[in-house]
Antibody, heavy 123, light 113 residues
Framework: EVQLVESGGGLVQPGRSMKLSCAAS????????MAWVRQAPKKGLEWVAS????????YYGDSVKGRFTISRDNAKSTLYLQMNSLRSEDTATYYC????????????????WGQGVMVTVSS | DIVMTQTPSSQAVSAGEKVTMSCKSS????????????LAWYQQKPGQSPKLLIS???TRESGVPDRFIGSGSGTDFTLTISSVQAEDLAVYYC?????????FGGGTKLELK
């Protein structure tokens, strides 16, 4: 059974940093692109970042580019999101998601999601 | 960025009713080389994470009941629930994965009448 379990959220002050983790199990982690998608309270979904199989390629949404860093440790089957210079508008539930792999090319379609971790940016 | 517009934003339904919801994209999601539409539907129940229901506009994921039907092509897409069940009450999001960044619609919330 595919499982994605996020951790590391909480309350943080504006301008500070926070690192999220996502522990994956039930599949071969290194065979999949992975992503972070967030959802502000009572709002819709926003793609944050994606990372390639070995971590050599990373992709970011404009709202987080230059502030957030996605990374992975395939030996630990763990995905990370380092968030720096946090702003109030970064307040959201952050979901770890697995990219769909049944395509000849990589697509930003997400077939499994974690339960999410809440990040609140406030003084 | 491709803008995804979902209508209605909410809909009150009764069990057993047929429901349709719309998703329109600001540009075509049909890739000419493979004739596939890069459009997905997700279901998010209260307090839960999104669940992938339909990919490629009309392909149901494994385990998704056949009352969920995705249709459409190009810029206009529809999710139909042929006979709504109580467990279908949720917010439904469409997503385009034709281009980066992937973008989601604002959602359609199904509520009990």
């Amino acid at each position: 059974e595919v499982q994605l379990v996020e951790s590391g959220g909480g309350l943080v002050q504006p301008g500070r940093s926070m690192k999220l983790s996502c522990a994956a199990s039930g599949f071969t982690f290194s065979d999949y692109y992975m992503a972070w998608v967030r959802q502000a309270p009572k709002k819709g979904l926003e793609w944050v970042a994606s990372i390639s199989y070995e971590g050599s390629s990373t992709y970011y949404g404009d709202s987080v580019k230059g502030r957030f860093t996605i990374s992975r440790d395939n030996a630990k089957s763990t995905l990370y999101l380092q968030m720096n210079s946090l702003r109030s508008e970064d307040t959201a539930t952050y979901y770890c998601a697995r990219h769909f792999s049944g395509s000849t090319t990589v697509v930003t379609l997400f077939d499994y999601w974690g339960q999410g971790v809440m990040v609140t940016v406030s003084s | 960025d491709i803008v995804m517009t979902q209508t209605p934003s909410s809909q009150a339904v009764s069990a057993g009713e047929k429901v349709t919801m719309s998703c329109k994209s600001s540009q075509s999601l049909l890739y000419s080389e493979n004739k596939k539409n890069y459009l997905a539907w997700y279901q998010q129940k209260p307090g839960q994470s999104p669940k992938l229901l339909i990919s490629w506009a009309s392909t149901r994921e494994s385990g998704v009941p056949d009352r969920f039907i995705g249709s459409g092509s190009g810029t206009d897409f529809t999710l139909t629930i042929s006979s709504v069940q109580a467990e279908d009450l949720a917010v439904y999001y469409c997503e385009q994965y034709y281009d980066t960044p992937p973008t989601f619609g604002g959602g359609t919330k199904l509520e009990l009448k």
